[in-house]
């Protein structure tokens, strides 16, 4: 069976970090994308098989911005006293939020108009990592008018799809938490 353009280049970029042509390509690119600004506004995205997956279309209304972060370790600064080294906090401290997620958050925030369709990984070095974020605009009369995009129009009022999905996640741990104090009420009523 024949083989398609994006099954090609979803196979270079799962294996391409085995190659030295990788590693040449992308330290250039590396290189590039530090001197830009954190948010920049794309014309192409670089894995156009990632972003057709997302919804991605070559049209108006439809833009793809890379977004670059911070990497490393979120260590605390180290208390001077008064606790035994495991009790010191310092180590092993995440963030509650994924990189990725942060990217469409920083994006969706500097493009308010804009709601966003989905993001994939680009790159990273020892300092930083790239995603690139796709963001359509639900009021632009091109999306207005192709059929994908329905369930997008009408919406422009709406918080945005990360704010929705956060506040679901507060929502369920509500109900979660109510149900755990109306299941331990009964059991020490039945005792």
């Known amino acids: 069976m024949a083989k398609g353009l994006y099954h090609y280049?979803?196979?270079?970029?799962?294996?391409?970090?085995?190659?030295?042509?990788?590693?040449?390509?992308?330290?250039?690119?590396?290189?590039?994308?530090?001197?830009?600004?954190?948010?920049?506004?794309?014309?192409?995205?670089?894995?156009?098989?990632k972003a057709r997956q997302y919804g991605y279309k070559a049209k108006q209304g439809i833009i793809v911005v890379r977004v670059r972060l911070r990497r490393g370790p979120f260590n605390r600064r180290r208390p001077n006293s008064g606790r035994r080294p495991k009790r010191m906090g310092v180590y092993g401290i995440t963030t509650d939020k994924g990189l990725q997620l942060i990217a469409e958050e920083r994006a969706a925030r500097k493009y308010p108009n804009m709601e966003v369709l989905g993001s994939y990984w680009v790159g990273e070095d020892g300092a930083y990592a790239w995603y690139e974020v796709i963001l359509v605009d639900p009021s632009h009369p091109a999306i207005r008018k192709d059929p994908s995009f329905t369930w997008l129009v009408?919406?422009?009022?709406?918080?945005?799809?990360?704010?929705?999905?956060?506040?679901?996640?507060?929502?369920?741990?509500?109900?979660?938490?109510?149900?755990?104090?109306?299941?331990?009420?009964?059991?020490?009523?039945s005792r």
Request: proline letters at 3%.
């Open 154 to 189: 009408g919406k422009e009022d709406d918080e945005g799809r990360r704010r929705r999905r956060l506040r679901e996640r507060q929502r369920k741990l509500i109900e979660r938490l109510r149900r755990k104090g109306a299941d331990q009420s009964q059991s020490t009523q």
């Open 9 to 49: 280049l979803a196979e270079a970029w799962a294996g391409a970090k085995d190659s030295w042509v990788w590693d040449v390509v992308m330290k250039q690119r590396l290189i590039e994308w530090r001197r830009e600004p954190s948010i920049v506004r794309i014309e192409k995205p670089t894995r156009i098989n």
